[in-house]
């Protein structure tokens, strides 16, 4: 069960901001096939530019294995200050 | 040394408290960021957070401050949720041995927060709800420091 968080526009965009899938994705890339062949629109902004994405809170690059029950997160260009 | 807050905070017994008590430290500086109207119309704000993420990050960047500008001490105050026209939105505290160092660290961790913190910022306005993202010249301002 793989726990997935949107934040900001992403989450606007897709309807939702917290959500755990039945499916168990083995990589950071199959969990982004999954969301975009749910949702063609998430899956493409989930790959623009500026999008970054975290594993249980540690900010990631790139494609990586997933352990089972992991929180992956989604955060378009942050804005704080 | 970091406090995310839902609520208002009290800018100036926050800058009280972190002077208070320093015998090495020869200046504290201080910034404190409003939220404002756009073009003569106030407009409310919601920031949103993931929780438990910002804290860390945001301390882990605060170190690095610390060790560049020689730091006794540092500290952000950030609201989260819902801000009002007008409400402080971050305050952030330096302290160090002269005036300087403490100025330069204020503005190298508001411009790490502009674009780096893990923070979201929805704007309000006439125009009706926008999500904010950083500009060019909040990541040209961020480049200065590298």
């Given amino acids: ?81 | 040394m970091i406090r995310l807050t839902d609520a208002p905070f009290d800018a100036g017994a926050e800058l009280t408290r972190f002077a208070e008590g320093r015998t090495v430290t020869g200046a504290v500086a201080s910034f404190l960021g409003l939220a404002r109207g756009e073009a003569g119309a106030p407009a409310a704000l919601e920031l949103e957070a993931y929780a438990g993420f910002p804290e860390s990050q945001i301390a882990a960047f605060v170190e690095t401050a610390v060790d560049r500008f020689a730091l006794h001490d540092a500290r952000i105050v950030h609201r989260i949720g819902a801000i009002a026209p007008g409400e402080a939105i971050v305050l952030v505290l330096t302290a160090a041995t002269h005036r300087r160092a403490a100025f330069e660290a204020c503005d190298y961790l508001m411009d790490y927060l502009k674009s780096q913190a893990p923070l979201w910022k929805k704007e309000f306005g006439a125009g009706g709800p926008r999500w904010v993202e950083p500009t060019a010249r909040d990541f040209a301002d961020l480049g200065r420091w590298r």
């Fill in chain 1, 1 to 81: 069960m793989t726990r997935v968080l949107l934040f900001g526009r992403l989450a606007d965009l897709a309807g939702w901001r917290d959500r755990t899938l039945t499916a168990e994705p083995g990589t950071l890339g199959e969990l982004r096939q999954i969301l975009a062949a749910a949702d063609a629109a998430l899956g493409e902004a989930l790959g623009a530019a500026g999008v970054r994405a975290a594993v249980d809170k540690v900010l990631v690059t790139g494609d990586l294995a997933l352990t089972p029950g992991a929180e992956v997160a989604f955060m378009p260009p942050m804005s704080g200050g």
